[in-house]
C-alpha cells in the first residue's frame, strides 16, 4: 500500500515557475513507477509526465516537453515536477500516480494508486 500527498500548487502569473513534490509513505517507493496527471475543469484527467522506478527513463506529454521536468528521489520517497513558462492553459489540478513496476506508465488506468491532487492555476 502506497498514500501519496501532492503539495506546490498555488497561483502564478504567466511565464512563471513552480515545483510540484509528491511525497509516498512505505519503505519500496523505488519500486514504483511515478506519473503526474492533470485535470482541468470539464476536462477528462491528462498524463503529463511520467518517471521510471530508477529515474533514468521519463515521458513527456508534448503539451509540457521542454518546460516540465520530473525527477524523484528515492531517499526521501518523493517525486517532484518542475514547471516552467506556464501557461494559462496549464491551469489544472494535478495528480501523482503510483504503480508497483519498473517501467515509466503512461496511462491512468494502469496505476494503483493516487494522491488527491494540488491545485495550479495560471494567470495570464
Known amino acids: 500500500q502506497v498514500q501519496l500527498v501532492e503539495s506546490g500548487g498555488g497561483l502564478v502569473q504567466a511565464g512563471g515557475s513552480l515545483r510540484l513534490s509528491c511525497a509516498a509513505s512505505?519503505?519500496?517507493?523505488?519500486?514504483?513507477?511515478m506519473g503526474w496527471f492533470r485535470q482541468a475543469p470539464g476536462k477528462e484527467r491528462e498524463f503529463v509526465a511520467a518517471?521510471?522506478?530508477?529515474?533514468?527513463?521519463?515521458y513527456y506529454a508534448d503539451s509540457v516537453k521542454g518546460r516540465f521536468t520530473i525527477s524523484r528521489d528515492n531517499a526521501k520517497n518523493t517525486m517532484y515536477l518542475q514547471m516552467n513558462s506556464l501557461k494559462p492553459e496549464d491551469t489544472a489540478v494535478y495528480y501523482c500516480?503510483?504503480?508497483?513496476?519498473?517501467?515509466?506508465?503512461?496511462?491512468?488506468?494502469?496505476?494503483?494508486?493516487w494522491g488527491q491532487g494540488t491545485q495550479v492555476t495560471v494567470s495570464s
Open positions: 512505505g519503505r519500496t517507493f523505488s519500486s514504483y513507477a
Open positions: 518517471i521510471s522506478w530508477s529515474g533514468d527513463s521519463n
Open positions: 500516480a503510483a504503480k508497483n513496476t519498473y517501467a515509466v506508465v503512461i496511462t491512468a488506468i494502469e496505476y494503483n494508486y
